[in-house]
């Protein structure tokens, strides 16, 4: 590409540079983000708002020695850059490619993996907690937006940080957004502090009266203190985070190098803990991303020139079924409520939410408020729907087994994203929730084959199930194939699509197409058409079936977008071998691994588990019967 960005090559290249020639490779890097991600597709927006940032943290900073924590992660591509991988950004998010997340394992600079939220000021402390038993005096930060700050765990962190007094540098990132808008009295909060310099000046001048005062007893002094801190909460708002231990700085311009280095070599080094709040435009530099960040959060391919996205799909995503579903819902029955935490647009929420304004709740990044807040609404008699991605419920597994499934509340969680999600990789993959789900008691869990068993499967789960009810469904385009299979939702009972004898394939939700397309080819092989059974409910299992099939079929196949551990084919085989009935149960899952990143098309074959991949196993499996 040529300019400043070439002479950066490795970590702390950016040292070598002059500071006036700083704004200079901010441009650049903002021009080589915009090539690579609208090729690769990846978290723009967020990255566009975080590089002059960036660079003033690492020109001051000394990596990999300090330590630099990055919250969620998706905003450390430029720190990636500066960190010796920008010749791998045409990988990025690919199979075997570059991660969108820091990754230890990818480099040194990368101090943490990430990639939920709200977590680096708590790995942050940790670090350097290490660092002092083990008598180092190297920096550590935590980058944290204002949207992460919404989680109960950062203030978790920041209680224990302020009671420490160690060296901790902890950088706010104020863009006022999450993936969505922030909400709520934290948001609120960040927006309204300023720089008081009358502020600054009062608490000098209160030191320096304190100090030259006659000693004239404890009583004195702590009338002092209180005055001293009541002038503080009259000044600055921002004495919330000096409350719980921190000195505060801010707010900063999170555009102007020249501030942000000056701050950054000034606390270099500090012995307390200091929070930084700096203020930045999400999106900043490329006009479409400023004017609607939400849009540009998370983006495939894209034309630089127009910022509209290329080869999308024309079909409805499930994320879309689900939520023009809700609309109909929440008309047809005014206790529907909707729930998001901070995904509206991403969950398809936005219909419901312009609808029925007071009855949908954006309860931000807190994913435990957000399903305790639904055991509370459902205890009075509301149906709350709570909208949520597979991976980010993992975060109140807690509060669904204590305050739901416990209490046997009628709360429904509509899990979008299940299963591989792609290109996020190892920390977005949601095939881990029918493995957490499904040995919880009350819990019933079902996955749908299509678009219209979404739907009716919603209807089931609001108007007719009573307790705690889990929808899930993929990521992506909303299939429509077996259109004319419409038998109608009943509690715990599975649907028949094909008859057959002697082998049966019983598959969860939307793997069907590939497990037929697996059975297609046994037959033209010269096999029996094996039964082939789409399960709706992974809990209560249709043990009615299962017994009918063992009378018919010898060997069973099950077949999930899941980890194979704790999963639907667990639960087949956990009934057989209680009832003591003699089948061969072969599991086809998502092996028990974290499963890296690439497209789902890339990572079901590469796994066995797209339609060519389950009949080669099937074969296998078969041995010497195949082909009778």
């Known amino acids: 590409m040529g300019g400043l960005l070439d002479r950066i090559q490795t970590t702390g290249d950016i040292k070598k540079l002059k500071k006036e020639e700083l704004d200079d490779v901010c441009k650049e890097l903002r021009r080589f983000l915009l090539q690579n991600v609208s090729k690769t597709g990846g978290h723009l927006a967020s990255n566009l708002g975080v590089v002059e940032l960036t660079v003033a943290l690492e020109y001051i900073f000394n990596l990999p020695d300090d330590k630099i924590v990055w919250d969620v992660g998706h905003q450390a591509y430029i720190h990636k850059i500066l960190t010796g991988r920008k010749d791998g950004f045409s990988s990025l998010r690919q199979l075997d490619g570059l991660s969108g997340f820091p990754k230890p394992d990818e480099s040194d600079a990368d101090a943490f993996a990430a990639g939920h939220s709200s977590t680096s000021i708590s790995a942050a402390l940790g670090i ?21 700050m919404t989680g109960g765990l950062a203030y978790e962190a920041l209680n224990n940080a302020g009671r420490e007094k160690t060296n901790l540098i902890i950088i706010l990132n104020d863009n006022q957004m999450s993936i969505d808008h922030n909400v709520g009295a934290i948001s609120k909060h960040l927006n309204s502090l300023r720089t008081s310099n009358r502020y600054r000046t009062l608490k000098d001048n209160f030191k320096q009266f304190r100090d030259q005062v006659p000693v004239l007893g404890k009583a004195t002094y702590l009338v002092l203190e209180k005055v001293r801190d ?100 929440g008309h047809k029955n005014s206790n529907v409520v909707g729930i998001t935490a901070a995904m509206c647009s991403g969950t398809g929420y936005e219909g419901f939410q312009a609808a029925f304004p007071d009855r949908f709740f954006d309860v931000a990044i807190a994913e435990q408020h957000g399903t305790t807040f639904a055991a509370g609404l459902a205890s009075q008699g509301m149906v709350p729907v709570f909208a949520v991605y597979s991976s980010f419920l993992q975060r109140a597994y807690d509060q669904v087994i204590h305050d739901v499934c416990m209490e046997n509340l009628h ?191 890339q990572l079901f074959a590469r796994y066995g588990l797209d339609g060519e991949g389950i009949y080669k196993t099937m074969k296998e499996k078969i041995g010497e019967n195949y082909g009778r």
């Open 128 to 148: 350097a907690k290490a660092r002092d038993i083990q008598g180092k005096n190297n920096n550590v930060l935590a980058v944290i937006g204002d949207g992460s």
């Open 230 to 329: 009541s002038a503080k909460l009259l000044f600055i708002e921002g004495a919330v985070f000096e409350e719980f231990g921190f000195k505060y700085i801010g707010p900063v311009d999170g555009h102007n190098i020249e501030e942000m280095l000056e701050i950054f070599q000034n606390v270099k080094d500090t012995k307390e803990p200091i929070l930084i709040h700096i203020k930045t435009t999400k999106g900043k530099g490329y006009v479409p991303a400023e004017k609607n960040p939400g849009l540009f959060h998370g983006v495939g391919p894209f034309d630089i020139k127009t910022g509209k996205g290329i080869g999308k799909s024309s079909g409805p995503s499930w994320s879309a079924v689900f939520g023009k579903k809700m609309v109909e819902l």
């Open 411 to 601: 709360v429904v969680f509509a899990i979008d994203r299940a299963g591989i999600v792609g290109a996020d990789g190892e920390t977005h993959q949601g095939v881990f929730d029918l493995s957490y789900l499904t040995h919880i008691p009350n819990m019933t869990v079902l996955s749908p084959k299509n678009a219209w068993e979404l739907e009716e499967m919603l209807d089931y789960a609001v108007n007719v199930c009573k307790g705690p009810v889990a929808v899930r469904y993929p990521r992506g385009t909303a299939d429509e194939a077996f259109e004319e299979n419409k038998q109608p939702i009943e509690y715990g009972k599975a649907e028949v699509i094909q008859k057959g004898k002697g082998i049966a394939v019983l598959v969860e939700g939307h793997m069907l197409q590939a497990a037929k397309k697996a059975v297609d080819l046994l037959v033209e092989d010269g096999l029996e058409a094996p039964m082939l059974v789409n399960m709706r409910f992974i809990s209560p299992l249709d043990e009615e079936l299962l017994k009918k099939i063992s009378k018919d079929c010898n060997r069973i196949f099950t077949v999930e977008d899941n980890l194979r551990k704790g999963g639907f084919g667990s639960k087949v085989l956990e009934f057989y071998s209680d009832e003591e009935i003699q089948v061969s149960v072969s599991n086809l899952a998502f092996p028990d691994c974290f499963i890296e990143q690439g497209s789902q098309s």
